[in-house]
């Protein structure tokens, strides 16, 4: 019973957990699209077109899922909406910091004037530089990861060898109420130990 429970609750937890997976792979396409389409602005405001004409050219390059983003504060602003509070939409529709970043840098640079481009171009820079941080952490990290999965998994090796070697010894930890609740506080002291293995190598950049 003890083992069912546990194993009833693991599977209550996948859902959150691909969830998350899901959530954070959608994160890092937005972050991705967002810099190449800051890129493609500074691009085309330096060529001397206005910020509503790089709209339309990033509109029109961007893929999806930012994209359909652009278009639709395109559309915003051509039916007679204010780009401010388009902006503000905007900002609520993409989950994504970053855009709130941008968001701001256009409000304050169209209220107080100066080079929309070069505050683009500044703002492009430092996400980049933010990712490139990103990466390195992650390379530099990677050993730390792998050494708290093999940790995680290896007394589910051993119990896989030694059930192979000697079943007698293994087979009790399924059949009794002791081996459940041995086999209960290994699962959780192998969860809480990775817990605190992800907590050191995590490593915030934002």
Known sequence: MILLAIFIGMLAG??????????????????WQLRQSLQGMVHAL???VGFTQALEYIAKESAEPLGSQWRWLLQSVQVGKSLSESLDDLAQRVPLKEMRWFVAAVQITQSSGGSMADVLETLSTTLQEQQTLREKI???TAQGKASGI??????FFILGALYVIAPEMVIPMFTSWLGQSMLAV???M???GGFVIKKIVTIPVD
């Open 46 to 48: 330096r060529i001397g």
């Open 190 to 192: 192998v969860t809480m």
């Open 138 to 140: 992650g390379a530099l």
């Open 14 to 31: 996948t859902p959150f957990f691909w969830r998350h997976l899901k959530e954070e792979r959608q994160r890092r396409q937005w972050a």
């Open 186 to 188: 290994v699962l959780l």
């Open 150 to 155: 093999l940790i995680g998994a290896m007394p």
